[in-house]
C-alpha cells in the first residue's frame, strides 16, 4: 500500500482566491528533498499552510519521520469554509477544533496511492481515530465521504503522499445510532433496535468501537408493507408481544433486528463486485449478527440486488441513503423490510481467527496496517476481565497461569510476515507440546454441507517437517497439518526462511481436512499444538465441497 514513486510533475487546475494567484494548468517539480507541509507552502496552498501555523502543525506535518497522507483542501476550498461558518480568517478558528480538523484530514503512518483506493472505507484511521471513505463513480471521480472531490492524486513528498481536494471534510462525530436519532424516518427502526437491546452495539461506547454495517429500514418502508409499530412488526414476525422476550437471541423480534447489522464497515462499491464479462455477478454472502443467518448481495445487469430470487427475479434494493460514514460504521437504506431469507448458495467462510469485537474495542492497535514495529500483546488479562464470556479459552503446558500463551500479532507494511497476514494480523500461540486453544466459529450454513478444511499461517522453514498442530471441531479430529518444513520459499518475493502459506483447495496447500456439517450453527474449533513450536494464525477456510 505504501508507495515510493516520486512523480516528477503534477498539474494543479485550481482558483486560489485569497491570494489572487491563478495556478491553473501550472506545472510543479516536487523534490525529494521537501516535505509536505513545506511543499503546500511553495505550491501556492496557502490557506491550508495558514491553518497548519495557526494551529502549530506545520512542523509536525513536516516532520522528517513522518509518514503521512495528506488529504488538503485547496484555498478555495478553505475559502467556503470560512464564508459557510461565520469566519473572517483562518485565525478565527478555536485553535483546538483547527488541530482536530487538520488531524482529521491526516492519516498518520501511512501512505495510500490512487491505486489502493477500492470504493470502500479506507482501513486506517486518521490522526483524530476516524475513518474516511473514497469512493469513485461512473466518470471516474474520485470523492472523500462524499463530501469532497480529489482533483489531483499522489503528490510525493518526503514523508506523505498529498492527495488535493475541492472541499474541506466536516469530521463526523456521529455514531450509527446518533444518525438514527437525527432522521425521523428512522424512527421505528431506532425503536426496534432500542426493544431488543441492539442499540448499545451502535451507539456510543467507551475506548474503540467495533464497526458495522447498518441496513435500515425506513418508516415509509415499513409503511408500505402495513407495519406501523413494533407491536404489528412483532404479530408479522410471530415474536409475540412479550416486550423482554425480544431482547433474547431466539425471539424472531431480536434476530429480525440483528440481520440488518453486520459487523465490519462495507461501502456500495465493495459490497459486491460484478463480473465485467457477464451481465450477472456471483453473490457475496455475508454473515449478519443474526445467529446463523446471511444476506446475499449479487450485481445483475449492472443492479444490485439484496436476496434475489431467481424464481421472481426480484430482490430487495438500496433505498435513497447510501454509504452514510458513521464513527461506527457505515449506514444503507433498504427498499424492503428485509426479512430474513435462506442463502441461495452455500458460502465459503473465512474465519479470521482474531475477528472478535473485544479484541477490537480493547486493543487499540488492532488491525492496524501502520505500524513500523511489530506489535504483540498478551491476552491474559482479557481473559481475566471477560472471563467465561471471553472469545480465547487455552489450556497450556508451559505457563499454569496461561500468561504469555495467547498473544495479539500486528505486522507492519514491510516484513515479511505481516505483509502476507489479512488485516496484518494474526493470533500468536506459545503453548507448549500438546497445549491447546478453543474458540467459536461463524456460523456456518449446512445441510448435511461438508466443507474442506483450510489454514492460513506463519511457516518457517526447516531442515527436516516439524510443528505438527492438529485442529478439532466439535472434538472431532480434522486431518493433520505440518506449519514447518522445507527450504523452499513459497513465493518469489519472500526470503527462504519464512513465508506464510495460503490454503488452496485445487493444489491442497495449507488444506487440513474434510468435515460434514448436519445443520447450520456455530462450532467449537480446537487449535492443539503437537510439538510445541510458536505457531502464527491467520485463518481457518471452509469450503463446501461441490
Known amino acids: 500500500m505504501k508507495h515510493k514513486i516520486l512523480y516528477l510533475c503534477v498539474a494543479v487546475a485550481a482558483m486560489f482566491s485569497s491570494c489572487g494567484d491563478d495556478l491553473e494548468n ?17 505550491n501556492g496552498y496557502t490557506q491550508w499552510v495558514a491553518l497548519l501555523n495557526h494551529t502549530n502543525m506545520f512542523s509536525t506535518i513536516n516532520l522528517n519521520v513522518g509518514d503521512y497522507t495528506l488529504f488538503v483542501p485547496d484555498n478555495e476550498a478553505v475559502n467556503k469554509y470560512l464564508a459557510a461558518n461565520g469566519y473572517g480568517s483562518v485565525q478565527d478558528i478555536d485553535p483546538a477544533y483547527g488541530q482536530y480538523l487538520v488531524k482529521y484530514h491526516t492519516i498518520s503512518g501511512n501512505q495510500y496511492s490512487q491505486v489502493d483506493f477500492t470504493n470502500d472505507v479506507l482501513p486506517d484511521t486518521t490522526a483524530t481515530g476516524d475513518r474516511l471513505s473514497v469512493t469513485f463513480n461512473e466518470n471516474g471521480d474520485y470523492f472523500v465521504n462524499e463530501e469532497a472531490k480529489i482533483t489531483s492524486f499522489d503528490i510525493t513528498t518526503t514523508n506523505a503522499t498529498v492527495f488535493i481536494m475541492d472541499g474541506v471534510l466536516t469530521p463526523i462525530t456521529e455514531y450509527i445510532y446518533d444518525r438514527l436519532e437525527e432522521n425521523e424516518d428512522w424512527s421505528l427502526f431506532k425503536e426496534l433496535l432500542d426493544a431488543t437491546g441492539l442499540a448499545s452495539l451502535v451507539s456510543s461506547t467507551a475506548g474503540r468501537a467495533a464497526t458495522y454495517t447498518c441496513l435500515v429500514v425506513p418508516n415509509s418502508v415499513f409503511n408500505e408493507a402495513a407495519i406501523s409499530s413494533l407491536a404489528v412488526l412483532a404479530d408479522t414476525l410471530d415474536a409475540g408481544q412479550n416486550t423482554a422476550a425480544w431482547k433474547e437471541t431466539e425471539n424472531p423480534m431480536y434476530r429480525y433486528a440483528a ?22 455477478s456471483a453473490a457475496n454472502v455475508l454473515a449478519t449478527l443474526a445467529e446463523a443467518s446471511y ?24 433505498g435513497e441513503v447510501t454509504d452514510l460514514v458513521c464513527r461506527n460504521g457505515v449506514m444503507h437504506e433498504v427498499s424492503t423490510p428485509l426479512y430474513i431469507k435462506a442463502p441461495t448458495n452455500v458460502p465459503t467462510t ?14 487499540s492497535e488492532y488491525r492496524l496496517g501502520s505500524l513500523t514495529a511489530e ?48 488485516n496484518h494480523d494474526a493470533l500468536m500461540l506459545d503453548l507448549g507440546q500438546y497445549g491447546y486453544i478453543d474458540m467459536q466459529t461463524p456460523s456456518l450454513v449446512a445441510d448435511s454441507t461438508t466443507y474442506t478444511v483450510g489454514l492460513s499461517f506463519y ?54 481436512g474434510e468435515i460434514t456439517f448436519p445443520t447450520t450453527g456455530r462450532h467449537t474449533l480446537r487449535i492443539e499444538d503437537n510439538e510445541g513450536s510458536t505457531l502464527y494464525l491467520d485463518y481457518v477456510l471452509f469450503t463446501p465441497k461441490k
Do not use: M
Not at 259 to 280: E, F, K, M, N, P
Not at 482 to 505: H, I, L, M, N, Y
Open 26 to 42: 501550472s506545472t510543479f517539480t516536487i523534490s525529494e528533498e521537501v516535505p509536505a507541509a513545506t511543499w503546500l507552502q511553495e
Open 259 to 280: 440481520y440488518h447489522l453486520i459487523s465490519s464497515s462495507h461501502a456500495t462499491g465493495s459490497i459486491v463486485v460484478a463480473d465485467t464479462a457477464s451481465s450477472t
Open 295 to 318: 444476506i446475499e448481495f449479487q450485481d445483475i445487469d449492472g443492479k444490485l440486488y439484496i436476496n434475489y430470487d431467481t424464481l421472481t427475479h426480484t430482490g430487495a434494493t438500496w
Open 350 to 363: 473465512t474465519f479470521e481467527l482474531t475477528d472478535y469485537a473485544i479484541l477490537e474495542t480493547e486493543i
Open 375 to 422: 506489535y504483540v500483546e498478551d491476552l491474559l488479562s482479557l481473559r481475566e476481565k471477560y472471563g467465561a464470556n471471553f472469545c480465547y479459552d487455552w489450556t497450556s503446558v508451559l505457563s499454569p497461569s496461561g500468561s504469555n500463551c495467547v498473544s495479539y500479532y500486528v505486522g507492519t507494511q514491510t516484513d515479511t510476515v505481516g505483509l502476507y497476514f489479512t
Open 459 to 512: 511457516n518457517t522453514a526447516a531442515s527436516s517437517a516439524s510443528g505438527r498442530i492438529t485442529i478439532y471441531i466439535d472434538d472431532q479430529k480434522v486431518g493433520s497439518i505440518t506449519t514447518k518444513g522445507g527450504s523452499a520459499p513459497k513465493r518469489f518475493d519472500e526470503a527462504p526462511d519464512e513465508w506464510v502459506v495460503k490454503p488452496d483447495v485445487s493444489t491442497k496447500e495449507g488444506i487440513v
